[in-house]
């Protein structure tokens, strides 16, 4: 039973342009959430957060937005640039246990 | 220089033998976790340790084995009843503050059954 789920195996976009990077998940006790950017044969590196008593959390060039209602989150990456070629991995966690439960990623290649 | 350190980096295993991997961090985090990543199937939790002497099975803990005798070391042995070894192995450590969750990796260890 897959709980994060990210459905979009791949995404080329421009650079200068916006990339939404999507992740939905089903378990509605997950109260706090992650990105996280992984080059190959190396560890993901911490891009950005969002409580779940929050809809928008923004980081310079990166904004992650939740909508509860629909367990659905998004990353923007705006503007687009080519360093950010990279896969990019969702994540959720249920405060209280511990759990920290990710996507299967989503490989962002930005061409110049 | 805090960080999370797995070691080695690659492993050869011959089938039928148990291998541990190291895990260590210097970060002064309760919780740790490993992960298994399989092309097109992501981060999968095998185990994880809020604390000292206490430990979970995450999704796919069958066929590992893991200890927590101290809060800086994690180690994760692959027995040899884990059918399909190979793979690239994340240990992560967890720091928790007022505002949320944040996990922090190690480079990876990438294990191979020869």
């Known amino acids: 039973d897959q709980q994060v789920k990210q459905n979009s195996p791949s995404l080329s976009v421009q650079e200068g342009r916006i990339s939404i990077l999507n992740c939905d998940y089903t378990?509605?006790?997950?109260?706090?959430f992650l990105w996280y950017k992984k080059y190959p044969a190396e560890g993901p590196t911490f891009l950005i957060s969002?409580?779940?008593?929050?809809d928008k959390n923004e980081d310079g060039r990166f904004t992650v937005f939740l909508n509860k209602s629909a367990k659905h989150l998004s990353l923007h990456i705006v503007p687009s640039q080519p360093g950010d070629s990279a896969v990019y991995f969702c994540?959720?966690?249920?405060?209280?246990?511990?759990?920290?439960?990710f996507g299967q990623g989503t490989t962002l290649q930005v061409k110049p | 220089d805090g960080g999370i350190t797995q070691s080695p980096k690659y492993l050869f295993r011959k089938e039928g033998q148990n291998v541990t991997l190291s895990c260590e961090q210097n970060?002064?985090?309760?919780?740790m976790y490993w992960y298994r990543q399989d092309p097109g199937q992501g981060l999968r939790l095998i185990y994880y340790?809020?604390?000292?002497?206490?430990?979970q099975k995450g999704d796919i803990a069958e066929g590992y084995s893991v200890s927590r005798e101290k809060k800086e070391s994690f180690p994760l042995t692959v027995t040899s009843a884990q059918k399909n070894p190979t793979a690239f192995y994340l240990c992560?450590?967890?720091?928790?503050?007022?505002?949320?969750?944040?996990?922090?990796f190690g480079q990876g260890t990438r294990l191979t059954v020869v």
């Open positions: 970060l002064n985090h309760d919780a």
């Open positions: 969002i409580s779940s008593i929050k």
């Open positions: 994540a959720a966690s249920v405060s209280n246990t511990g759990k920290l439960i």
């Open positions: 378990n509605s006790m997950f109260d706090y």
């Open positions: 992560a450590s967890i720091a928790r503050y007022a505002g949320g969750t944040e996990a922090f």
């Open positions: 340790s809020q604390i000292v002497n206490d430990f």
